[in-house]
């Protein structure tokens, strides 16, 4: 079957714009975890959602940064008022019940570059 | 002091040389411990996971963990030039937070 995707894979912002990155799990894929890549360094954890539940949002580096899965599958991640600083690849990963010894299977993430 | 150091390199070895990369790390309530590879421009996969201390097999890879020393390594045998990637150390905690966290990332080339 399918595996994660993301879209876009690419995207250009100006500073001050809003934009919206879209992941689709694998389907059935219960939870769902976003991470933020900067150049040179290992995924840093965003948000996990369980279903449609946000349960943890402690990694989201501001209040311009904001997540969604309403319906429990596809989810939506939303930078406002983008800063340069947010120029990085955006990876989201689903595992089938999201416990930490399950394996998060990764989509190809979107690149954002903010000029 | 990051939770998990990892070297970064570059790391370049000829082919069919043994390669072997590590990570530190500072928490030693972590108990779940996994390497993951990452092509370029592509998303991290996962390669090998190791519950606690000890060692792995899985064909030409072998995971080892020593938790007295907060240190885990990945080693592969008979390098092939498809092994060239990114490996990422990552680590959790044995409790209902599901974050992993992980290392920078080591590049790792080898040469044909």
């Known amino acids: 079957g399918a595996g994660v995707s993301q879209s876009p894979r690419y995207k250009v912002a100006k500073r001050g714009q809003d934009v919206a990155l879209r992941c689709d799990p694998i389907s059935g894929h219960v939870s769902l975890f976003w991470y933020q890549q900067a150049l040179g360094q290992g995924p840093e954890f965003l948000t996990y959602?369980?279903?449609?539940?946000?349960?943890?949002k402690s990694g989201l580096p501001s209040d311009r940064f904001f997540a969604e899965r309403p319906e429990g599958s596809v989810s939506t991640l939303k930078i406002q008022r983008t800063q340069q600083e947010d120029s990085a690849v955006y990876l989201c990963a689903s595992s089938h019940s999201g416990r930490a010894q399950e394996t998060q299977y990764f989509g190809p993430g979107t690149r954002l570059l903010v000029l | 002091q990051k939770e998990v150091e990892q070297d970064p390199g570059p790391l370049s070895v000829p082919e069919g040389a043994i390669v072997s990369l590590n990570c530190t790390y500072s928490?030693?309530?972590?108990?779940?411990f996994m390497w993951y590879r990452q092509y370029s421009r592509k998303g991290p996969e996962l390669l090998m996971y190791?519950?606690?201390?000890g060692n792995k097999e899985d064909g030409r890879f072998t995971a080892q963990v020593d938790k007295s020393s907060k240190y885990i390594s990945l080693f592969i045998r008979d390098s092939q030039p498809s092994d060239s990637a990114t490996y990422l150390c990552?680590?959790?905690?044995?409790?209902?937070?599901?974050?992993?966290?992980f290392g920078k990332g080591t590049r790792l080339h080898i040469l044909p």
């Open positions: 928490n030693s309530a972590f108990q779940y």
């Open positions: 190791t519950y606690s201390s």
């Open positions: 959602f369980q279903n449609e539940a946000q349960l943890d």
């Open positions: 990552a680590m959790a905690l044995v409790s209902r937070d599901d974050k992993i966290i």
